[in-house]
Nanobody
Framework: VQLQASGGGLVQAGGSLRLSCATSGGVFSSNNMGWYRRAQGKQRELVAAITTTGSSTNYADSVKGRFTISRDNAKNEVYLQMNSLKPEDTAVYYC??????????????WGQGTLVTVSS
């Protein structure tokens, strides 16, 4: 199973980043996917989710209107466009499966995350 997030970095508040996640086809093709994040000292949270076809998405209130999740089924990749970034968005971001209802799922395997640091 491959879950490899990339695209993180250091950005000033108000800036943008686009995260990508490469997955193995067996994981991706028939599953709803999401972006989770874990800030230092806090529990992991689900920030965005998307159905297999991309027809439906869901966002945490804290990122609604600023983040956009998308996927490319031909490439087995999922993306997170993050705009108007805030210092509180600082976290390690991971992609992984979500539930049928686009909700949080507890996973044993998280793959490689990518660190996003937003400076004030």
């Amino acid at each position: 199973v491959q879950l490899q997030a990339s695209g993180g970095g250091l950005v000033q508040a108000g800036g943008s980043l686009r995260l990508s996640c490469a997955t193995s086809g067996g994981v991706f093709s028939s599953n709803n996917m999401g972006w989770y994040r874990r800030a230092q000292g806090k529990q992991r949270e689900l920030v965005a989710a998307i159905t297999t076809t991309g027809s439906s998405t869901n966002y945490a209130d804290s990122v609604k209107g600023r983040f956009t999740i998308s996927r490319d089924n031909a490439k087995n990749e999922v993306y997170l466009q993050m705009n108007s970034l805030k210092p509180e968005d600082t976290a390690v971001y991971y992609c992984n499966l979500v539930s049928d209802g686009l909700g949080y799922v507890v996973h044993d395997y998280w793959g490689q995350g990518t660190l996003v640091t937003v400076s004030s």
